[in-house]
């Protein structure tokens, strides 16, 4: 009952159901790339992940300083086929496939590199706050 529950959990926020219809089209992304899918702060996307690793949708392996996630190899083929004729007339995940090929052809390191500029431009400065 907790694993049907934990899936149910997963599937009930948009950004999780984004993440697993990319990856029902892709190998495996870096959290890199899936926070540049999302457009969401790093510690965002982690817990998002770490909902669909606890649910056992995802599975991950890390390589040097990149951690990258995939479909787990027990992800139910009835799940993978309702979400792929639930997403098949969707403009968002349309948007979305789109937008991960343009993701795809970046530099990860690069990519990763300007998150990271974006993160401090977007944190307050304290030190700037009292005039």
């Known amino acids: 009952m907790e694993t049907t529950l934990n899936t149910a959990k997963a599937l ?3 950004n999780r159901l984004r993440v697993l219809s990319v990856l029902m089209e892709h190998e495996e992304l870096c959290v890199c790339q899936i926070t540049a899918l999302l457009d969401l702060a790093t510690p965002t996307v982690s817990r998002h992940m ?3 690793y606890t649910a056992r ?3 991950s392996r890390k ?3 990149w951690v990258y996630f995939r479909l787990s190899d027990s992800f139910p083929p009835v799940l993978r ?3 792929a004729e ?3 007339t ?3 995940a349309a948007a979305d496939r789109a937008n991960v090929e343009q993701i795809l052809a970046c530099d990860r390191g690069e990519l990763c590199r300007c998150q990271r500029v974006r993160r401090r431009e977007s944190s307050p400065d ?3 706050a009292i005039e």
Request: glycine content about 12%; hydrophobic content about 60%.
């Open 12 to 14: 009930a926020e948009l």
């Open 50 to 52: 770490n909902v669909l």
């Open 57 to 59: 949708l995802v599975q």
């Open 63 to 65: 390589a040097g300083r």
């Open 81 to 83: 086929q309702w979400l």
């Open 86 to 88: 639930a997403l098949a």
């Open 90 to 92: 969707s403009a968002g």
């Open 126 to 128: 304290p030190a700037g």
